[in-house]
């Protein structure tokens, strides 16, 4: 049954501190999104990967959130310092981009984090 | 703005009934449009994808149609049941398939 897995499910953490999300996708996808969702802005589009090269992250916060693939199967998403502005519920998809007009997301779980 | 608006942001329905779901958006050039489905404390999944040359798509209970002229999309769920109960989500792709705009959603609440 394949499919999007994170860890971890949730993390409490304080002001200040470093949190590492990660997200295994669908083996053989070759695209990987990170998204943000709260309940002010809904879902938001962070960044996203293919062929584990960056394609975009305008959505991210560049000064304290950073996101790397460093091999096929794992991508991270990174904060540091976080902030009680971060907390919120982030997701990881992964797609199969082909020559179609659209590729379909798969979404993980998600990681809830709360910054206190 | 919001290139998506979606509408009504929450909804009661009886179990069995149908509901219809509405999606306004301003994103243009005009890729495809989809509609996920969200359950309390799990990532979305998608239900229906339609590019701008289909106007309909159907997946169980579930009907998407779209409009591209008018730039709208509905959500139709026949015979609703219990596990129906979710955040309905439409998001829209400009020319850029990875480039989404989200709506804020529509909460469903189907009670028996």
């Known amino acids: 049954d394949a499919r999007v897995t994170q860890t971890p499910r949730h993390k409490v953490t304080e002001m200040g501190q470093e949190v590492t999300m990660r997200c295994q996708p669908i083996?053989?996808?070759?695209?990987v999104f990170w998204y943000r969702q709260t309940m002010m802005q809904g879902l938001e589009l962070l960044a996203y990967f293919r062929n584990r090269a960056p394609l975009d992250d305008s959505g991210m916060p560049k000064d304290r959130f950073s996101a790397e693939m460093p091999d096929a199967t794992l991508a991270t998403l990174k904060i540091q310092p976080s902030e009680p502005r971060d907390s919120a519920v982030y997701f990881c998809a992964s797609a199969l981009k082909s020559g179609g007009p659209y590729n379909e997301q798969f979404f993980g779980p998600g990681t809830r984090l709360t910054v206190l | 703005k919001n290139q998506v608006e979606q509408s009504p942001q929450s909804l009661i329905i009886l179990e069995g009934k149908n509901c219809t779901l509405q999606c306004n958006y301003t994103v243009s050039p005009f890729s495809n449009l989809r509609w996920y489905k969200q359950d309390t404390g799990r990532g979305p999944v998608s239900l229906t994808i339609m590019t701008f040359s289909e106007n309909t798509k159907s997946n169980g209970r579930y009907t998407a149609t779209l409009d591209a002229d008018t730039k709208q999309s509905s959500l139709h769920i026949t015979a609703s049941q219990l596990s129906d109960s979710a955040s309905y989500i439409c998001?829209?792709?400009?020319?850029?398939?990875?480039?989404?705009?989200f709506g804020a959603g529509t909460r469903l609440t189907v009670k028996p």
């Open positions: 083996l053989g996808h070759n695209t």
């Open positions: 998001v829209v792709s400009p020319y850029n398939n990875n480039d989404m705009r």
